[in-house]
């Protein structure tokens, strides 16, 4: 493989329109672009040219009293409580982290005034450290069976992992507009993280979707960076906190629209150069000419390969009751990926600790092995 920084060599950046690193090409194609985890570089090149096993023989099943699926603030505070029961503990998760790396200021997690995101992963990843807990990165969960007494999760490659009580702890991802264009011009002028991709855009015009805590703090920061943000709503009313509206208020250069329902990404084959946007008062559409889009419309819960065997909300988000329990004994869940309220750093925190109590209690009664 050859690797080339774009700071030096800017004429490649430009010949190959890169607008998001790292940029990966394979023979001329590029097949990732963005901040990602090496483990999912690795499984995108495995979709691409497929793998081997280097042997024959069946894995071993791993066995654990406590499995946590997830390693964001939930499934790390899961894993931690569930240690200091002096139970054997795995973490599967494709990072420590999760995320909570793509936020990077934290000002609201109590007895911490500020920190970052990529700081506080690092910071959850040494708190792991600490105790007893095997870690399993970069994996990616492929089946589960989580009905009988022994519930078994097989991740990609093959490896499984069995244990009586299970947490999932599996957060969210980005959610996506999922209009004409969109998936066309991923890393190709539309982006998720404002923080990774931003600085490509330096004076040009962009747009972010979404006018919550996310959105209005993307657009403040791209205001610092490009000529022109415009911030589209699609509700009545922005969501975000007064004090970022006042701010994003007083930059010049954000403009802010509301009850604006984007309908399609528009580009020239090679990147975005607009997007078209609906009133939804007036039900006029209109062309908005932009090199660059940052969609910050919420999260929607990891929930996928659950669904066939625990009840999920309309939000597809896991139902637990008010002790983290599921519709299935032994099985729990914690944080963005459940039903519980309000997705914030210290409620996951408290949600995974709270999940690894109730399995513990319900070892202790004889509910699980």
């Known amino acids: 493989h050859e690797m080339i920084d774009g700071a030096l060599f800017q004429a490649e950046v430009e010949a190959k329109h890169i607008q998001g690193v790292p940029a990966v090409f394979i023979d001329g194609e590029l097949v990732h672009s963005g901040k990602g985890e090496f483990g999912e570089l690795l499984q995108k090149l495995e979709d691409k040219f497929g793998s081997s096993t280097l042997s024959n023989e069946p894995q071993e099943e791993q066995n654990y009293d406590v499995i946590v699926l997830g390693g964001g603030p939930a499934g790390s505070s899961a894993a931690i409580y569930s240690a200091r029961k002096g ?24 007895s911490v005034p500020q920190t970052t995101g990529a700081k506080l992963a690092a910071d959850l990843k040494e708190h792991v450290r600490t105790y007893p807990i095997d870690v399993f990165e970069n994996r990616k969960i492929e089946t589960v069976s989580l009905k009988e007494a022994q519930k078994r999760i097989v991740v990609r490659g093959g490896e499984t992992f069995v244990a009586p009580a299970v947490i999932i702890a599996t957060g969210a991802s980005w959610r996506k507009l999922n209009v004409e264009g969109e998936s066309d011009y991923l890393g190709k002028g539309v982006h998720f993280c404002p923080h ?19 959105g209005i703090e993307a657009a403040i920061d791209l205001a610092n960076i490009c000529s022109n943000v415009t911030v589209l709503e699609f509700a009545d009313t922005l969501r975000a906190d007064e004090v970022l509206q006042n701010k994003a208020a007083s930059m010049p250069n954000i403009q802010i629209f509301k009850s604006s329902q984007t309908t399609q990404v528009i580009g020239n084959g090679t990147k975005v150069t607009a997007l078209k946007v609906k009133d939804r008062v007036t039900n006029e559409e209109r062309k908005i000419a932009l090199d660059g889009v940052f969609v910050q419309i919420g999260l929607s819960a990891n929930s996928a390969p659950f669904a066939e065997e ?11 009751d008010a002790h983290c329990r599921t519709s299935i004994p032994g099985v729990y869940a914690a944080g963005d990926v459940s039903s519980v309220p309000y997705k914030q750093i210290v409620i996951a ?10 399995a513990f209690e319900d070892k202790m ?3 699980i092995g």
């Open 87 to 110: 139970l054997k503990v795995a973490i599967i998760a494709e990072s420590i982290g999760g995320q909570v790396k793509e936020t990077v200021g934290i000002e609201n997690l109590i």
């Open 349 to 358: 925190m408290g949600e995974g600790a709270k999940a690894s109590l109730s």
């Open 365 to 367: 009664r004889g509910v």
């Open 310 to 320: 625990l009840t999920l909300t309309n939000a597809r988000e896991i139902v637990i």
């Open 196 to 214: 990774c991709d931003g600085p490509f855009y330096k004076n040009k015009a962009v747009a972010v979707i979404g006018g919550g805590n996310s």
